[in-house]
C-alpha cells in the first residue's frame, strides 16, 4: 500500500469512527499529519483524492471540510466513470434500469401519499397528447427521477439518476425512429403510475419493468440489424 493509500484509509478510519463527522472542519494540515503519523505530502494527496470523489471539500482560504456525505453527493463520482463507457456497453446500462427502477416503483407503491401521487399525475397531465420528442424525453427524466424519489430510498436515487443520464440518447433516438414510441411511453408512465394510486407494488414493479424493457429491446433489435449491414 501506497503511503498515499494509508493516509486516505486513515482519514477513512476516522470518519467511519465518528472522529470526524459531515460537516466538521479537518485539524490544520500539520497537527493531522503528526497525529496519524504521515508525511505533508501524503496528507494533501490523500485529501485531493477524497476531494475528487466528494468526501472532503477543500475550500481556499477556508481550510478542508467532510462534505455531508450524502449519497447524492458521494454517487456523483459514478456519473463521471458512467460517461466514460463506451456505446457498446449501452445495453448494460438498460440491464441495471431494469433491475432498479421496477425496485423504486415497488417501493413508491408501498410509501407514497396523495400528495406525492397527485404530483406525479400533473406531471403526466402537463405533457399533453401531442408532446415532441424533447418534450417528452424531459417528461420522462422527470417521472423516473420523480418515482425513484417517493420511493423514498436516496442512494437507489442517486444510482437511478446516474444509470439513467446514459441512456438519454437512446430514448431520443427511438422516439425520432421508431413509430408510436410517444404514444407508447405515455401509456406505459400512465400504467405505472396507475399501479403506484392503486397502492399495488407488484403491479408497479410489472409496469415499469415492461417500461424500461421496451427500450431495451428496441436498442437489441437495432444493434442486430447494425450487425447484419455489417
Not at 17 to 45: I, Q
Not at 60 to 87: K, N
Not at 159 to 171: C, H, Y
Request: net charge negative.
Amino acid at each position: 500500500m501506497s503511503l498515499t493509500d494509508t493516509a486516505i484509509t486513515k482519514i477513512r478510519g476516522m470518519i467511519v469512527a465518528g472522529e470526524l463527522r459531515p460537516g466538521d472542519r479537518l485539524p490544520r494540515e500539520a497537527d493531522l499529519a503528526d497525529r496519524l503519523g504521515l508525511s505533508r505530502n501524503s496528507l494533501r494527496e490523500a485529501v485531493r483524492a477524497l476531494s475528487l470523489i466528494r468526501v472532503l471539500d477543500v475550500r481556499q482560504g477556508d481550510g478542508t471540510y467532510v462534505t455531508s456525505l450524502e449519497p447524492s453527493v458521494l454517487l456523483e463520482a459514478m456519473g463521471f466513470i458512467v460517461d466514460l463507457h463506451r456505446d457498446d456497453s449501452l445495453l448494460q446500462f438498460f440491464e441495471v434500469r431494469r433491475i432498479l427502477e421496477p425496485a423504486a416503483a415497488s417501493l413508491a407503491a408501498q410509501s407514497a401519499d396523495d400528495a406525492q401521487v397527485a404530483d406525479l399525475a400533473a406531471l403526466l397531465d402537463d405533457l399533453g397528447a401531442d408532446p415532441s420528442v424533447d418534450q417528452l424525453l424531459a417528461n420522462d427524466l422527470e417521472f423516473h427521477r420523480r418515482v425513484a424519489s417517493v420511493s423514498g430510498n436516496e442512494v437507489l436515487v442517486s444510482l437511478i439518476e446516474t444509470v439513467s443520464s446514459r441512456t438519454q440518447r437512446a430514448r431520443i433516438w427511438r422516439g425520432l425512429t421508431e413509430n408510436g414510441a410517444v404514444q407508447r411511453t405515455i401509456a406505459e408512465h400512465r400504467a405505472i403510475l396507475d399501479a403506484i394510486r392503486s397502492r399495488r407494488p407488484d403491479l408497479a414493479a410489472a409496469a415499469m419493468t415492461m417500461h424500461v424493457a421496451g427500450v431495451e429491446q428496441w436498442l437489441r433489435a437495432q444493434a442486430q440489424l447494425d450487425d447484419g449491414n455489417g
